[in-house]
Nanobody
Framework: VQLQASGGGLVQAGGSLRLSCAAS????????MAWFRQAPGKDREQVAG????????DYAGSVKGRFTISRDNIKNTVDLQMSSLKPEDTAIYYC?????????????????????WGRGTLVTVSS
């Protein structure tokens, strides 16, 4: 699976932005997916994850209630809707997929679980 993220940009605090990740390859429909982010000087962190069929999602505490992850297994996309953005949300955002091995129906947490990564898209939130 190859992943391509888009939708980043500059937005004012309190605003919204929608990121999209387009996936190629048949393995997408059986892959667990996630969005990660890496802020300057910080480690990469997982902000949201979604199960293969989209029925289960999970969020980092810092974004819960503000971000929504979704997927379309017909279009092979996984999106991250971000609302009430804060300056601390500024980061490079990456989509990732667990595409190989035995994949259960839930959400996977942690970078080591993901084997496919897209190039990041920069989100900058101004105060």
């Amino acid at each position: 699976v190859q992943l391509q993220a888009s939708g980043g940009g500059l937005v004012q605090a309190g605003g919204s932005l929608r990121l999209s990740c387009a996936a190629s390859g048949r393995a997408f429909v059986r892959s667990a997916m996630a969005w990660f982010r890496q802020a300057p000087g910080k480690d990469r962190e997982q902000v949201a994850g979604i199960s293969r069929n989209g029925g289960t999602t999970d969020y980092a505490g810092s974004v819960k209630g503000r971000f929504t992850i979704s997927r379309d297994n017909i279009k092979n996309t996984v999106d991250l809707q971000m609302s009430s953005l804060k300056p601390e949300d500024t980061a490079i955002y990456y989509c990732a997929g667990k595409t190989s091995g035995s994949i259960a129906s839930g959400v996977y947490t942690g970078e080591r679980n993901y084997d496919a990564w897209g190039r990041g898209t920069l989100v900058t939130v101004s105060s």
